[in-house]
């Protein structure tokens, strides 16, 4: 869109602080809008230069603030054609803008511009076929982009065809594939491609993911990095069987993600309790399954003040409660 379009927006808006300027109005006058207009622009002719960065200032932030709130096609289509990569990118990533003009910008020859599609693409699997194949074809586009920052922006996006997804787990940069396993729609099978990655923090990642599958998670528990053993105790779908496995693995780090797990029984816990690294038993009292007699038996443990003072503040209200049904049944049953 035209700069001087706003700008001419900015000189006659009475809230501007650029009136300062302004050329009083003669009374009676009705001036025609050429006129109008003429006459707002003479004032530029008096503007110091800080005066005119200043309104070019507003001018851009005015630009781009419509683009990011506009819903209407036709004022994003200007908008999509700006000088200023800035306003181009908030008209790319403006959920309102219309699809022929997403399929320009992701042409854009700025990464920022094509980032905005990116993060802004979205399936509907109720969509028209032609739609649908058009923002497949667009997604495709973004995926084999040259610039990372695109592809990394749409490795973030949870709204893409699957075959996108697909695409972008055999990205050469790790960094996009592990933001891809962290995106909470990637599909099951893109995440088993992950899983086997050649990377190790795209493994961790793909592993905690909440699609991973059960039987990833019970092979990679015999995996021989304790990183990725780790990982599978910090899945929240890990089954008792594997956490009751890996309570006896030999790296504490491991013993420690078992004790925080939030499905650890309480029998498992009690074994826990007997473990010789601090950080294990710090986990062990501070889990909502830890019951009266474990906590009993943390809150005379002398060699760390620590896990002493957590059990005896958790057995306060335990021990109150106990105190006050006691009065009260008394008081009920004298």
């Known amino acids: 869109m035209h700069k001087y379009k706003w ?22 006058a009705e001036p025609s809008i050429e006129e109008d207009l003429r006459r707002h622009l003479r004032k530029l002719d008096r503007w110091d230069v800080m005066q005119l960065l200043r309104a070019e200032r507003d001018v851009d932030a005015k630009q781009k603030k419509q683009a990011q709130v506009s819903s209407n096609p036709e004022e994003l289509a200007i908008l999509a054609e700006d000088e200023d990569n800035g306003v181009r990118f908030y008209v790319a990533a403006n959920r309102h803008t219309p699809i022929d003009i997403q399929l320009l910008l992701a042409q854009d020859t700025e990464p920022i511009v094509r980032s905005g599609i990116a993060l ?3 399936f509907d699997s109720m969509g028209s076929t032609f739609q649908k194949k058009l923002i497949e074809r667009i997604g495709h586009r973004l ?32 960094l996009i594939r592990r933001q891809l396993a962290e995106n909470l729609k990637t599909p099951q099978w893109v995440l088993e ?19 991973i599958p059960g039987a990833w998670l019970q092979q990679m528990s015999d995996a021989p990095s304790p990183i990725v053993r780790k990982a599978v105790c910090q899945n929240v779908n890990t089954s008792l069987i594997t956490l009751e496995k890996l309570s006896t693995d030999q790296d504490p780090a491991v013993r420690n993600a078992v004790a925080m797990h939030p499905t650890t029984s309480h ?23 830890a019951d009266r007699s474990l906590l009993l038996e943390f809150s005379k443990y002398d060699q760390d003040l620590q896990i002493r003072q ?14 006050r049904e006691d009065i009260l049944e008394r008081w009920e049953n004298p």
């Open 7 to 28: 700008l001419y927006v900015l000189l006659i808006l009475p809230s501007t602080n650029l009136l300062a300027a302004d050329e009083p109005i003669r009374r009676g």
């Open 120 to 122: 802004a693409l979205n």
């Open 143 to 174: 995926a084999i982009d040259k610039r990372p920052l695109v592809r990394l922006g749409l490795s973030s996006n949870q709204n893409l065809p699957e075959s996108v997804y697909d695409v972008l787990a055999m990205d050469t940069d790790p």
């Open 193 to 211: 491609k992950l899983v086997q990655d050649s990377v190790q923090a795209v493994v961790v990642t793909a592993l905690q993911h909440r699609n």
């Open 267 to 289: 029998d498992l816990l009690v074994h826990l309790a007997t473990d010789i690294d601090p950080t294990v038993l710090l986990a062990v009292v501070q889990h909502s399954r």
């Open 310 to 323: 957590i059990a005896r503040d958790r057995l306060i209200p335990l021990l109150q409660g106990e105190i």
